[in-house]
DNA sequence: TTGGGG
């Protein structure tokens, strides 16, 4: 490194030619991670940063501080970074840029956007100078007019996802809340329906071991199911243990974010997503390609006629039940669970995930009525759904015997059964998509919201 | 030193 009044930062083309210098640099943030501890003792965080000189991939910055506090928290990708007397290395034929805790200092600025020249985070040994403003000012200038050019083929949909693997998204942040006590997970959107899931989960463990109706400890608050879309799956996404809880989703609600290497889980037959320490946050202005495609995607599926129906459902809801309501618009469970009055009917396309009682012989009251609870799932939400008395006339075709009874609910459930009637042991099941008719409804007029309940009616089940 | 990716 020169004297310190040659105070110049090198174009990021020139950085990745001085191996073992200490260079000064100033980039903006394509990708970070999340700030996590090393196998040593320290913290660490990794950045690519690009320039004018270097577009494409992005120059890997490797942080390294003594405690969490004091490694980088990147606001945004597109923010800007200013690095002091770092050290360019080699390793394993790639090119990098080390921070050195003693002798490194960085500054972060907000990005293209911003108009002040204020830094957000500085580390303690940092210098500010007057040129700074213009280098911040240049940076944010060729930011503007900046096109990413992001493999389109590499960012999964939700309705791509696969059990298991690791993928990229590109989603709009819909809600971020703590799930159970320090667990954060960001609640994420991109206009498609994640794939149903099969269950393998026995028809008799509802009632010791019911299906979840959401993954958070307690359902979140009508309030904020109200801010969420209507349509289109919204998933779970959680940190994984072992490093920083992430609050900087917060910031980012009603934006759209490109996460790099999210893992995917199924748990309770409910799709999530886990942030490990690899998982990266990529820069995504609001015109990136890859948005664009999804906004766009997502204006044609509502504009079509069918478009609020669940993506997997086709042809299906047809053939399975009938229903008294034909002059009303499919909603989703979404619609319903934030509809503005707590009495309402409606009409879904759900499948049947369980049921209690499950034993034919049950399904009637000692008195001879129908009192059942269906739990009903769409790619938006789940719910409890009551059947009682005449409703389950109709919906089971009057009292008919137990044999047919199960055979009809055992078609809702998607149980394969052989030719005796017999269940096929532990296959897993895929409830078919249905037709239902619903009405929302209040158990005590002192709490009408609180003690909101939902009913089937007016369906029939056909083809048993 | 550490990590660099999965």
């Known amino acids: 490194m020169a004297a310190t ?31 996590k501890r090393t196998r ?18 992005g120059f890997s910055v490797n942080i390294f501080a003594e405690y969490l506090e004091m490694l980088p928290h990147v606001a945004s990708g597109g923010d800007i970074i200013q690095l002091c007397h770092v050290m360019v290395k080699k390793h394993i034929g790639e090119v990098n840029a080390v ?49 990413l050019h992001e493999e389109s083929s590499s960012f999964s949909l939700l309705r791509e996802i696969k ?29 498609t329906d994640t794939p149903p899931n099969s ?31 209507k349509v289109g799956t919204v998933l779970r ?12 989703f917060m910031l980012n609600i009603g934006k759209w974010i490109k996460f790099v290497n999210v893992i995917c889980e199924v748990r309770g037959g409910l799709w999530c997503g886990l942030f490990t320490p690899f998982t990266k946050i990529r820069y995504t202005p609001d015109e990136d390609c890859l948005i664009l495609e999804r906004q766009r995607l997502y204006d044609e599926r509502i504009s ?21 309501y034909d002059h009303v618009p499919f909603v989703s469970l979404m619609d319903v669970l934030t509809h503005s009055e707590v009495t309402a009917k409606f009409k879904c396309v759900v499948r049947v995930i369980a049921a209690i009682p499950w034993k034919a012989e049950e399904f009637l009251s000692p008195l001879g009525i129908y009192r059942m609870r269906l739990t009903l799932e769409d790619p938006t939400a789940r719910i409890h759904a009551f059947v009682f008395a005449e409703d389950g006339e109709t919906l089971f075709d009057g009292y008919p015997s137990v044999d047919v009874l199960s055979r009809k ?35 005590s007029k002192d709490d009408v919201w609180g003690s909101r309940q939902y009913q089937i009616f007016g369906t029939k089940i056909v083809g048993v």
């Open 5 to 35: 009044d040659d105070y110049k930062f090198l174009p990021i083309r020139d950085a990745i030619t001085s191996i073992n210098q200490k260079v000064n640099l100033i980039g903006v943030i394509l990708e970070f991670g999340f700030p």
């Open 40 to 57: 040593g003792t320290d913290c660490c965080c990794t950045l690519k940063i690009i320039d004018e000189s270097h577009q494409k991939a």
């Open 99 to 147: 921070f050195n805790k003693k002798f490194s200092s960085f500054a972060l600025y907000k990005g293209k956007d911003a108009a002040d020249f204020a830094p957000y985070q500085v580390s303690s040994n940092f210098r500010r100078r007057d040129m700074d403003d213009r280098f911040i000012g240049n940076l944010r200038k060729w930011l503007v007019d900046l096109q």
């Open 163 to 191: 059990e298991g693997e690791h993928i990229n998204l590109a989603c709009k942040i819909v809600h971020f809340s703590e799930a159970a006590k320090d667990e954060w997970m960001a609640l994420v959107w991109d206009g």
């Open 199 to 229: 269950f393998s989960a026995k028809p008799e463990d509802e009632m010791a071991y019911p299906l979840p109706l959401q993954l958070e400890n307690s359902p979140l608050p009508r309030d904020i199911l109200c801010t969420f879309p």
């Open 237 to 248: 996404i959680y940190f994984d243990q072992g490093f920083q809880k992430n609050k900087l």
């Open 304 to 324: 079509l006629k069918w478009g609020r129906m669940p993506l997997w459902s086709f042809p299906s809801p047809y053939y399975n039940t009938e229903v008294n």
């Open 409 to 443: 609910l055992n078609r809702l459930l998607g149980l394969s059964v052989c030719n005796d009637n017999k269940m096929v042991k532990d296959a897993p099941r895929n409830p078919p998509w249905v037709q239902v008719c619903l009405k929302s409804y209040y158990i």
